[in-house]
């Protein structure tokens, strides 16, 4: 992906009124981070701090994930963060079908062009999509977090590593230790220590 793709991308994005939420967004939330990138983190959807910055994770979540990154000898400068939608649902409500399928072309785009070794669905919507693209077998996210599991892109073999979305620490807070833990993992894959 060079600059120019990436900004004529973004800019496709920041304009896109291909589905009901662009008449209620302050701002879309294409996504940022180096380019190419060797790790995509997807989550699901701005919140209200991304509607309002036009930046990926800007609120708590965004904290966490930070929190999380650092953990393991990353910073948001070292990965690219985005979204399956890139506006924000209504009061943060779940994505609907049709929205989900008027935003995919948008990430299948991004993840062609920046040609990641692996990409991290965060929290069970992003998790079934991007698992469902790549025809590998999903499954309740409280079954797949922390697993990796090998597909193919149209660029070469990738690994796909769900986790629980960083968000889960602020309603679940029993599951921050399971967060923390499939980081650990994360560091292990990308350093070649643990086998995928």
Request: glycine share 10%; net charge positive.
């Amino acid at each position: 992906m060079t600059d120019e793709e990436a900004r004529v991308l973004n800019d496709e994005i920041l304009s896109c009124t291909r589905c009901r939420l662009s008449f209620g967004r302050s701002h879309a939330v294409p996504g940022e981070g180096p380019v190419p990138s060797r790790i995509v983190l997807v989550g699901e959807a701005p919140g209200e701090k991304e509607d309002r910055s036009g930046r990926p994770f800007a609120g708590r979540a965004g904290s966490v994930l930070n929190r999380l990154l650092a953990s393991i000898g990353l910073s948001r400068d070292d990965v690219f963060i985005t979204s399956i939608l890139k506006c924000r649902p209504p009061e943060n409500r779940d994505p609907k079908n049709d929205e989900i399928a008027s935003c995919k072309p948008y990430l299948d785009r991004q993840i062609a062009l920046l040609r990641p070794s692996i990409i991290v669905p965060m929290g069970r919507f992003s998790a079934a999509v991007i698992m469902g693209q790549f025809g590998v077998p999903g499954g309740r996210i409280s079954e797949i977090h922390g697993k990796a599991f090998r597909a193919e892109a149209p660029h070469g073999p990738i690994i796909l590593f769900p986790v629980y979305h960083p968000a889960v620490v602020t309603h679940n807070p029993p599951l921050r230790g399971d967060l923390e833990t499939d980081f650990r993992r994360l560091k292990e894959i990308l350093e070649g220590i643990s086998p995928v």
